[in-house]
């Protein structure tokens, strides 16, 4: 979940190619592997089959070989490094130690010669693959995980211009929504039909997060009143009113000694950072003030520990710099299948703004204080790029939107 957004965001940056590859190549093994029929994502799957670690991953030289042919064998190992002496335990873990360049002139082909025999390769092995027994899977569905996954399929859906990983995002939302939540409480895990336990911080955070990141993705009002909501309870349950902060348990939870506070980002960020970037985040889409106030509050309570500990605040730090950075305000004002609203949309996707918001209305549309007065100049698809709601010219045009987004 963590590494398809990231890869997603390194697309955004560099125009690389190899970096939307991979972030479609893992959405889709999630599709594939990690998906329950009825939408929410499984936790993990296990390193060993049949009794070995590794097994259904690893790759010997002689493997390829008999698989690809002696010629496409031979650049496929040097790209990925698969040698006799191997990696891991004899075998390989395919991995890429050079670059394209670098093996298309040891090889004497051109670059697109040498992604033509990889991608053929892949697709031999990857079917290969299949005919061997695969690992076990931990089928429990975790609201928290699901939250991440969902914002990096929803993201891609808008990056990439990919319509079925939107309707994998929705398919997802309405699930956790309508099954892993009783009384407005969202529950913590869900297998084999039921959901059960009182959900932690991080699982309200990261699916308000998950949400936000939805309704930037589709333009759905609906994702937005959700993500509001969750975020209203997750104050309610879990806010500090004294000292401020998050508290890590709810006020529903069994009464504990002393309820803690997590405020370091580890292997996943921690609530308190992910809640902080929904409030400045939903802060900046909604005008509530009181959602700005409290991400200050919790900046000033990390503060000393942001400046001993930098490193273990990664995601709060890239909150504190959406609050300090004065973000982008975008709005999209045109039918959604107009192709000139598809033309704006692919220009605010396209680049890395991590410091932004993404509105999207079809017509006028008042429902949020960054629409009001936004309408479609001269009956055309229209953009305004705003800062503190004070915006520029109103355009028409993608060349014109990228001018403003410099």
Same mark, same amino acid.
């Given at each position: 979940a963590l590494l398809s957004r990231l890869y997603l965001h390194a697309y955004q940056a560099t125009g690389d190619e190899f970096y939307r590859r991979i972030a479609e190549e893992t959405l889709d093994y999630v599709v594939r592997e990690m998906t329950d029929e009825?939408?929410?994502?499984?936790?993990?799957?296990?390193?060993?089959?049949?009794?070995?670690?590794?097994? *259904?991953?690893?790759?010997?030289?002689?493997?390829?070989?008999?698989?690809?042919?002696?010629?496409?064998?031979?650049?496929?190992n040097a790209y990925y490094d698969v040698t006799e002496g191997g990696n891991f335990e004899g075998s390989n873990i395919l991995h890429v130690t050079a670059s394209l360049a670098e093996v298309a002139q040891?090889?004497?082909?051109?670059?697109?010669?040498?992604?033509?025999?990889?991608?053929?390769?892949?697709?031999?092995?990857?079917?290969?693959?299949?005919?061997?027994?695969?690992?076990?899977?931990?089928?429990?569905?975790?609201?928290?995980?699901?939250?991440?996954?969902?914002?990096?399929?929803?993201?891609?859906?808008?990056?990439?211009?990919?319509?079925?990983?939107?309707?994998?995002?929705?398919?997802?939302?309405?699930?956790?929504?309508?099954? !892993?939540?009783?009384?407005?409480?969202?529950?913590?895990t869900y297998k084999d039909g039921q959901a059960k336990l009182n959900a932690y911080l991080e699982d309200y955070a990261f699916y308000a997060?998950?949400?936000?990141?939805?309704?930037?993705?589709?333009?759905?009002?609906?994702?937005?009143?959700?993500?509001?909501?969750?975020?209203?309870? !997750?104050?309610?349950?879990?806010?500090?009113?004294?000292?401020?902060?998050? *508290?890590?348990t709810g006020r529903s939870h069994e009464e504990l000694i002393v309820r803690t506070k997590d405020y370091f980002d580890n292997a996943t960020p921690s609530g308190n950072s992910v809640a902080a970037e929904v409030l400045v985040t939903l802060a900046a889409l909604t005008g509530n003030e009181n959602y700005q106030r409290m991400a200050v509050t919790l900046f000033r309570l990390i503060a000393?520990?942001?400046?001993?500990?930098?490193?273990?605040?990664?995601?709060?730090?890239?909150?504190?710099?959406?609050?300090?950075?004065?973000?982008?305000?975008?709005?999209?004002?045109?039918?959604?299948?107009?192709?000139?609203?598809?033309?704006?949309?692919?220009e605010v996707w396209r680049r890395y703004l991590p410091n932004k918001v993404v509105v999207q209305a079809e017509g006028a549309d008042e429902s949020?204080?960054?629409?009001?007065?936004?309408t479609m100049l001269d009956n055309l698809p229209t953009a305004y790029v705003c800062e503190n709601y004070t915006c520029q010219r109103p355009v028409t045009t993608a060349a014109e939107l990228v001018e403003q987004l410099k």
């Open positions: 009825r939408g929410g994502f499984y936790s993990t799957q296990d390193a060993d089959s049949e009794g070995h670690e590794g097994k *259904f991953f690893i790759w010997t030289p002689q493997e390829v070989t008999e698989l690809l042919g002696a010629g496409d064998a031979a650049v496929f040891q090889a004497n082909i051109s670059v697109e010669e040498l992604e033509t025999v990889l991608r053929r390769g892949r697709e031999k092995l990857f079917a290969a693959r299949e005919l061997r027994i695969k690992p076990g899977r931990d089928e429990k569905v975790l609201t928290a995980w699901n939250g991440l996954m969902l914002a990096s399929f929803a993201e891609a859906s808008a990056i990439l211009e990919r319509a079925d990983y939107l309707a994998i995002a929705e398919r997802n939302a309405a699930f956790i929504l309508s099954e !892993m939540r009783r009384e407005g409480l969202l529950l913590r997060d998950g949400l936000t990141a939805l309704y930037q993705a589709s333009g759905e009002m609906r994702w937005l009143k959700e993500a509001v909501s969750l975020t209203e309870r !997750m104050i309610e349950e879990f806010w500090d009113a004294e000292d401020g902060g998050f *508290f890590y000393g520990y942001i400046k001993r500990y930098p490193t273990a605040f990664g995601r709060a730090l890239g909150a504190l710099d959406f609050h300090l950075s004065t973000p982008k305000e975008i709005v999209i004002i045109g039918p959604r299948e107009d192709a000139g609203t598809k033309s704006l949309l692919r949020l204080p960054l629409l009001k007065e936004r």
